[in-house]
């Protein structure tokens, strides 16, 4: 009797408690650590903004000296460009101040330039409207304060975290390194591009779209791939591709050979190589997905159809990865939308419908949902997570999980 088909959340977790962070640790310029894992926190050794500092082109004044009214003009005592240091403000006088200069001592509001008039050559200014207390300064450490737990380990490093850390003066972070991943996909139907034209294709034969988009994804998840290329449906070639892949990678990655045909020899060979401990996972697409190890390498069989190892890929492998290399949440983040269409064929698995957003803000659906068409994915805005036995009516709220998060 056959196994019953094991729940995806199941199975996601089963491969998470597989997933432990890689040990080897890289120290790596901050410029070139964009999309890496970090493996180390650091706190703030001084607080940004160091000085309270203008946040505009102006003039740093008293606000007592204006009297509150409008049009008062005052001598101006210094000239502050950013990166110089300010004297303190004598009382009934303005200093010429610009965006990120230090504040005089003394000065309690900024005043835009906008709003002033220079006279006498400069050497005066009339001051146009009355400030606020504290108006455009810039505190001192409003940004960062000393001490402060600014990077956390497990953060996967962007572009707005590397200017933070360049901000409190990291030239180097501490990442994990890059995990070496093996790519191979299994059919003897497959055909790379350039190799045949399509007017030349022999019959039953496909161009290999799952090694273009996979490679693709696991090279935007920070890996260093292998690409093993297409390997021929046969025991003996399976068994040395894989034995092969298994020497120095931590995880090998198939696409296609993981069902249940004669022509199948993922499964089999892995079992004699290792060990199989998943497979076939309660989802619509993505049915025949399968984990093992072979030696301490990890094994990751994705189905053939292009859509099905695109969903598993984005749901099973990216945050295998992910956990791999040490990120705290690898979770996608998914939003509540409103659905722009009908699904009233509710099926036994949890179903993964590819949409996209509206002009009107709703889901739209694409026609055709079978896992061979890889047009919905690329069509699409990400899809709509439904659970089993669910069906959807038009103005339902449904669970979407955008490109922009599985792709990332």
């Known amino acids: 009797m056959r196994a019953p088909l094991k729940p995806l959340d199941d199975a ?27 493996r180390e926190g650091a706190a703030s050794p001084l607080q940004v903004p160091p000085t309270d500092n203008s946040s505009m082109d102006g003039y740093a004044v008293r606000v007592a000296d204006l009297a509150g009214q409008a049009g008062a003009e005052l001598p101006v005592s210094q000239r502050i460009p950013a990166g110089s240091a300010a004297q303190p403000l004598a009382a009934g006088t303005a200093a010429r101040i610009f965006t990120g200069a230090p504040v005089p001592a003394g000065a309690d509001a900024i005043v835009m330039q906008e709003d002033c008039e220079a006279l006498a050559g400069g050497e005066r200014v009339r001051v146009n409207a009355v400030p606020a207390a504290g108006q455009w300064i810039r505190r001192a450490g409003e940004d960062i304060t000393l001490g402060a737990q600014v990077l956390c380990a497990g953060t996967r490093l962007g572009p707005a ?3 933070l850390a360049a901000s409190i003066g990291l030239a ?28 030349h294709m022999p019959p039953g034969a496909i161009y290999n779209s799952n090694r273009f988009f996979l490679r693709a994804m696991l090279r935007r998840l920070g890996c ?10 046969r025991r003996d070639a399976t068994l040395d591709a894989l034995r092969s892949a298994s020497a120095e990678h931590d ?5 296609g050979g993981v069902s249940v045909g004669e022509e199948d020899h993922i499964k089999p060979a892995v079992e ?43 749901l099973l492998v990216r945050p295998f990865l992910l956990a791999l290399q040490g990120v705290a949440d690898v979770a996608p983040k998914a939003l509540n939308a409103t659905a722009g269409f009908d699904w009233p064929r509710a099926d036994k698995r949890r179903e993964f419908l ?18 061979g068409v890889l047009t919905s994915a690329a069509w699409g805005d990400g899809v709509v997570d439904n659970p089993a036995g669910q069906t959807i009516a038009r103005g339902d709220r449904v669970r979407f999980l955008p490109f922009a998060e599985l792709l990332s």
């Open 272 to 314: 004699a190589l290792g060990e199989l401990r998943l497979w076939q996972i309660a989802m619509k697409p993505g049915k025949p997905f399968a984990y093992g190890r072979i030696g301490s390498a990890h094994f990751m069989g994705l189905p053939g159809n292009p859509v099905s190892s695109f969903v598993t890929f984005s």
């Open 161 to 163: 975290v590397l200017g």
């Open 172 to 199: 180097q972070l501490a990442v994990s390194r890059r995990p070496r991943v093996a790519l191979f996909s299994t059919g003897d139907e497959l055909v790379m591009p350039g190799e045949v034209a399509p007017e």
């Open 251 to 255: 995880l090998i990655l198939t696409s």
């Open 354 to 371: 590819r949409v996209r957003l509206a002009a009107d803000g709703t889901l739209e659906r694409f026609g055709n949902q079978s896992s």
């Open 12 to 38: 996601l977790a089963d491969l998470l408690a597989q997933a432990t962070p890689l040990l080897d640790v890289e120290r790596v310029d901050t410029f070139d650590a964009d999309g890496r894992v970090l």
């Open 224 to 233: 260093e791939v292998t690409d093993f290329g297409i390997v021929p449906d």
